[in-house]
């Protein structure tokens, strides 16, 4: 390897730091020609570099390369300023091997970034990205994000907004912010934007999946319901059916015996005739959706379901958009809770198991 770089190093007569830079590629440096271009970086220095290899991987490069020189005899020049000297050999380096280590995608992560968008070099922008995407702290999201925008990397962009959103109380008290706040009121306009948008977003989850729990919740009822009207269960069931008293407590369903005990409390309230009880009308409304949902017709046992079917075909409350709409719910929540589920809505099937119905 050392012999291999001498070589190279005579051959083509790099300056000597140079040299770490090729040595990847030392196979490829031994059998390439003299350097035809010069880079220029910060402070003057110089990254003497072929041609054909940096054309080939940036367009961008292969234009400036491209580009009539004054004099035919004057050297080729590249000038990449502004960014440290290192960071503008990692990235000559990354052109000619194609690797760029995680030491250098640490400490040069943010140059190394905004050199391969503005030379076109998208296999390291992509790593990049990522490399600096993990870097991201309360101090630095704004610049990054910053940068971020410029270099049309969408994906960092998502990934420094998420963290301003999530510790937006923090990120006011940075340098950063502040700064950025008056340099750049369009920018802060945008976060502010999309915390908003995020809180809305959140919102409308969760309250999606409040609306699931209790079509879930329904639906596990409504096996329940059925269950006790026609198997019976602990001390309630239909006529035909003698109660086993001796039974434990329902291991089938935990609502059970909380159904249980609201259909006893049905069968015998008084008020429920003046509409006053709420414990009947959430007994009724089960009953109701129960019968919506029901297509035994006449050999059904739930009680008052051949009753609603009638009422409802009579009255056309069928017609009722949003009980259409419930039904259609707490439908496919039973469908759901019959097929395979995942195991993270399993989980959810669970809890709604523990609600009480009494
Ligand atoms: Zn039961
Ligand atoms: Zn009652
Ligand atoms: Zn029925």
């Known amino acids: ?119 076109l070099v998208p296999r390291l922008k992509q790593r990049c990205a990522k490399a600096v995407g993990q870097q991201l702290t309360i101090e630095n999201v704004v610049d990054v994000l910053q940068l971020a925008k410029l270099c049309d990397a969408p994906d960092l962009y998502l990934k420094c907004m998420k963290l301003i959103s999530s510790h937006f109380k923090a990120l006011e008290k940075t340098e950063g912010w502040k700064f950025m706040q008056n340099h750049d009121p369009y920018l802060e306009l945008e976060i ?10 959140k919102k409308r989850t969760r309250r999606h999946r409040e609306e699931q729990s209790l079509y ?32 434990g407590p329902c291991s089938k369903f935990s609502t059970c015996q909380g159904l249980q005990l609201l259909i006893k409390h049905f069968a015998t309230c008084r008020n429920r005739v003046n509409g006053g009880c709420s414990r ?5 409304q089960l009953l109701r959706l129960h019968s919506s949902m029901c297509d035994h017709l006449d050999s059904c046992k739930v009680p008052l379901c051949r009753q609603f079917k009638l009422k409802m075909q009579q009255e056309k409350k069928g017609d009722d958009a949003l009980w259409r709409l419930l039904v259609r ?30």
Request: aromatic letters at 6%; charged letters at 25%.
């Open 1 to 119: 390897m050392e012999e291999t770089l001498k070589a190279t190093t005579t051959a083509t007569a790099l300056p000597c730091d140079l040299n770490a830079h090729y040595q990847i590629a030392d196979q490829i440096s031994r059998e390439l020609p003299k350097p035809d271009v010069q880079i220029i970086t910060s402070g003057s220095r110089r990254i003497p570099a072929h041609s054909g290899v940096l054309a080939s991987v940036s367009s961008v490069l292969e234009n400036i390369i491209d580009r009539p020189r004054k004099h035919r005899s004057s050297e080729r020049i590249i000038p990449i300023v502004g960014v440290p000297f290192d960071a503008v050999a990692a990235f000559v380096r990354f052109i000619y091997s194609s690797r760029c280590n995680e030491e250098e995608l640490e400490k040069f992560g943010i140059h190394l970034l905004a050199l391969s968008h503005v030379y």
């Open 192 to 201: 502010l934007q999309f915390i908003d948008e995020a809180e809305s977003r």
């Open 216 to 247: 879930m919740e329904l639906s596990v009822a409504m096996d329940c319901l059925e269950h006790i009207c026609t198997e019976g269960c602990t001390s309630v069931g239909p006529c035909d059916v003698q109660p086993n008293k001796k039974r």
């Open 280 to 284: 009947c009308k959430r007994m009724w």
């Open 329 to 358: 719910k707490v439908v496919s929540a039973r469908v759901m809770s019959y097929l395979n589920l995942p195991k993270r809505q399993r989980g959810a099937t669970e809890r709604h198991k523990t609600v009480q119905w009494d």
